[in-house]
């Protein structure tokens, strides 16, 4: 089966600075879905980021991006000009091709911002 | 807005009872989900369904139990049998595509 590792349980950054949070995952599937999930204090559970094994070219969404290394099998999210508004959990997450059904959950990642 | 709606927020359980948490989407998704999330943890799952009146176990599907009996609708009863039942709930929805989950906000159940 396939196992999703958040190494770091909690990080701190510093408003308006750039931090990174590191996914490593183990797989023997040569495509599959990778993804971001933030929830904040409310617990709502939102999407940030999506990735297609396929794609080459590092998923972005406005201030947060991925670094995609396949072979390495690391998936690390980068936030830059962090905000008070992005502490929260940080959860990453596989989902296989082969059974939607099938999504894997890292333990998460803890993001303080610092004013 | 579509959406997942999770109630109640807040749910209290005595020992031996079973109580049902419900989770409603107008989202016309197809598969429905049910995830348990305990402090310093990831998402374990528990039941999912693919379509109406069909559903399968999950990683730790012990002590629930679930229905399908409409496309929006995907109730999960915790039973006297699941002995640690104190955690925070999940419920998520997502077409048959490779895109993510919607979740709903979560049920906290407390056993007192």
């Known amino acids: 089966a396939q196992t999703v590792t958040q190494s770091q349980p909690e990080m701190s950054v510093q408003e308006a600075e750039t931090v990174t949070l590191s996914c490593t995952y183990d797989t023997s599937e040569s495509d599959y879905y990778l993804f971001w999930y933030k929830q904040p204090p409310s617990r709502q559970m939102i999407l940030v980021i999506r990735?297609?094994?396929?794609?080459?070219q590092n998923a972005t969404e406005n201030r947060f991006s991925v670094n995609f290394q396949k072979a390495a099998k690391s998936f690390s999210l980068k936030i830059s000009d962090s905000q008070l508004g992005d502490a929260a959990m940080y959860f990453c997450a596989y989902r296989t091709i082969y059974n939607f059904n099938k999504f894997y959950f890292g333990s998460g990642t803890k993001l303080n911002v610092k004013p | 807005d579509g959406g997942i709606t999770q109630s109640p927020k807040y749910l209290f359980r005595k020992e031996g009872q079973n109580v049902t948490l419900s989770c409603e989407q107008n989202l016309n998704h197809d598969a429905m989900y049910w995830y348990r999330q305990d402090p310093g943890q990831g998402l374990r799952l528990i039941y999912y369904?693919?379509?109406?009146?069909?559903?399968q176990k999950g990683d730790i599907a012990e002590g629930y139990s679930v229905s399908r009996e409409k496309k929006e609708s995907f109730p999960l009863t915790v039973t006297s049998a699941q002995k640690n039942p104190t955690a925070f709930y999940l419920c998520?929805?997502?077409?048959?595509?490779?895109?993510?989950?919607?979740f709903g906000s979560g049920t906290r159940l407390t056993v007192v």
């Open positions: 998520a929805s997502t077409p048959h595509s490779p895109y993510g989950y919607t």
């Open positions: 369904s693919q379509i109406v009146n069909d559903f």
């Open positions: 990735q297609e094994a396929y794609k080459q």
